[in-house]
Nanobody, 114 residues
């Protein structure tokens, strides 16, 4: 069973950057599609970026051109580089497989101030 530990969130001004990291445990990382998800209070968790086993990526329209997802299969790490942050990017960010497993990590809070 895979588990996820996210880090790297924080408070940043609009226009700033953050780099999120996720360390995954379990033997299925290299064969899994991995994603970063965002949850805002009162809304459903949404997928913002995903990366398949060979490194190909997809992005939600709201983050396309600003966020970059990558993975390191040997270290079981997924990163999300976020540039040109806007207030709408505020939320708790989680990593998980895609489709997601039932168990989620604790997430990491990203707050973008105007």
């Amino acid at each position: 069973q895979m588990r996820f530990v996210e880090s790297g969130g924080g408070l940043v001004q609009s226009g700033g950057s953050l780099r999120l990291s996720c360390v995954a445990s379990g033997t299925q990382f290299s064969i899994s599609v991995m994603g970063w998800y965002r949850q805002v209070p009162g809304e459903e968790r949404e997928l913002v970026a995903s990366v398949v086993q060979d490194g190909r990526t997809t992005y939600a329209d709201s983050v396309k051109g600003r966020f970059t997802i990558s993975r390191n299969n040997a270290e079981r790490v997924v990163t999300l580089k976020m540039n040109s942050l806007i207030t709408e990017d505020t939320g708790v960010y989680y990593c998980n497989r895609y489709p997601p497993l039932q168990r989620w990590g604790q997430g990491t809070q990203v707050t973008v101030s105007s």
